[in-house]
Each structure stands twice: as structure tokens, then as C-alpha cells.
């Protein structure tokens, strides 16, 4: 699984856009970008995946170069409920033994008023 | 209800007790998988299972084994617990794949496990 680099933390307002970049410079053809979401003392929460270009969903974009060396995870209008860890996951979810799983330290989200 | 369940949410052992952790979902998946989360840090992978006969060792296995009793449920054992394995577990689940899985995996709440 490709090794992944984010920042340890980062600190942001109520109703800013945040976007956290996660540096993946030997990521494979087959693998996927992964983003998810933990809270203190719960299990993390899928947010998004993707493998190229950009994709949508009801809560968070997410942006990945041509070279796929790097993504960005944006989250548009935060608010305090936002403040968790992020974790970047980069793997191949299909033949990488199923889908499993190497997390990293993530980076931790802490939104003011 | 919670579609994955753990039991207990926290347990204080002593060194040298066995103890069984235990994972049920209600998803439907064949995939199961336990974790564990150490403060400041990610969660690493102990052991994941593809189906009931089907379980593999993942980072951090040693101390540590899995029981596949059914496609819902998956128990994790500390056959003699030390204190270095006081931590946070999680079990999770996914889906098998196909055309339009993402291979998300659906996190338990957890279980905070103290060994003195």
C-alpha cells in the first residue's frame, strides 16, 4: 500500500472551507484514494473515494491531480460538529487483499467559533 | 439498531486473563475486520476474515486470535492479556466488491480495553 503524508493538524473557523491535502507519491495504477472521518472514542466514517479528477457527494469534495501524486480533500462551509480526525487511505480496493485498510496518523480538524 | 455491534464497550482486565471480545453486524457482508487504535495514533489491522473459513493475519497479530462463528459474527481473543494491549478496538465490515462497491468498511463503536 502506498505510503501517505498529511498534516498532523489544522485549525479553521465555523463556515470557512477547509481542504486537506494528502501527498502520495508512489501510489500504483490500481488504487483508490480513500478519505475518512473519525470522532473521539467512535469508529471512523467513510467520507469519500476516488481515483481521478474530481467527485462529489453530499458532504465533501474531493480533488485528484493528473499525476494522482496528491489529493485534496475539501470540505466546503465547515462547523464545529467538523472537528475530528481525517484520515487519507490509498490502496487498491479490489485485489489488495479486499480491501484492507492501512491507516496513518491522519490529521486532526479543530473548527472555532 | 447499530449495524455493527460490539460487546463490551469497556472491559479492565488483569495481566495473564483471557478475554474475548465479540463483533455482530447486521449488514450482510462477508468481510469482517478487528482493529486497533493506540492514542495518537492510526488504527493498525490484527486479523480480517473474507468469509467464515476464510481468516488471515493482519499487522499486529501476535497475542491475539479470531473466531468466525458465522458471516454476522467475529470474536477476537487475548489469550493472556499484558498491559501493552491496553487500546481502543474496533471490528469493522465490507462488502465483497463488484462493479459498484466502493469497499467502504463500517465501523463498530468500539471497545476501550484496560489491562493492568
Known amino acids: 500500500l502506498a505510503k501517505t503524508t498529511q498534516p498532523i493538524s489544522m485549525d479553521s473557523y465555523e463556515g470557512q472551507e477547509v481542504n486537506i491535502t494528502c501527498s502520495h507519491n508512489n501510489i500504483a495504477t490500481n488504487d483508490y484514494i480513500t478519505w475518512y472521518q473519525q470522532f473521539p472514542s467512535q469508529g471512523p466514517r467513510f467520507i469519500i473515494q476516488g481515483y481521478k479528477t474530481k467527485v462529489t457527494n453530499e458532504v465533501a469534495s474531493l480533488f485528484i491531480p493528473a499525476d494522482r501524486k496528491s489529493s485534496t480533500l475539501s470540505l466546503p462551509r465547515v462547523s464545529l460538529s467538523d472537528t475530528a480526525v481525517y484520515y487519507c487511505?490509498?490502496?487498491?480496493?479490489?485485489?489488495?487483499?479486499?480491501?484492507?485498510?492501512?491507516f496513518g496518523q491522519g490529521t486532526e480538524l479543530s473548527v472555532k467559533p | 439498531d447499530a449495524d455493527v455491534t460490539q460487546t463490551p464497550r469497556n472491559r479492565i482486565t488483569k495481566t495473564g486473563k483471557r478475554i474475548m471480545l465479540e463483533c455482530s453486524q447486521t449488514k450482510g457482508h462477508d468481510r469482517m475486520y478487528w482493529y486497533r487504535q493506540d492514542p495518537g495514533l492510526g488504527l493498525r489491522l490484527i486479523y480480517y476474515s473474507f468469509d467464515v473459513k476464510d481468516i488471515n493475519k493482519g499487522e499486529i497479530s501476535d497475542g491475539y486470535s479470531v473466531s468466525r462463528q458465522a458471516q454476522a459474527k467475529f470474536s477476537l481473543s487475548l489469550e493472556s492479556a499484558i498491559p501493552n494491549q491496553t487500546a481502543l478496538y474496533f471490528c469493522?465490515?465490507?462488502?465483497?466488491?463488484?462493479?459498484?462497491?466502493?469497499?467502504?468498511?463500517?465501523f463498530g463503536p468500539g471497545t476501550r480495553l484496560t489491562v493492568t
Open positions: 469493522a465490515t465490507s462488502d465483497a466488491g463488484g462493479p459498484k462497491s466502493s469497499y467502504e468498511q463500517y
Open positions: 487511505l490509498v490502496g487498491d480496493p479490489i485485489y489488495n487483499q479486499g480491501g484492507k485498510l492501512i
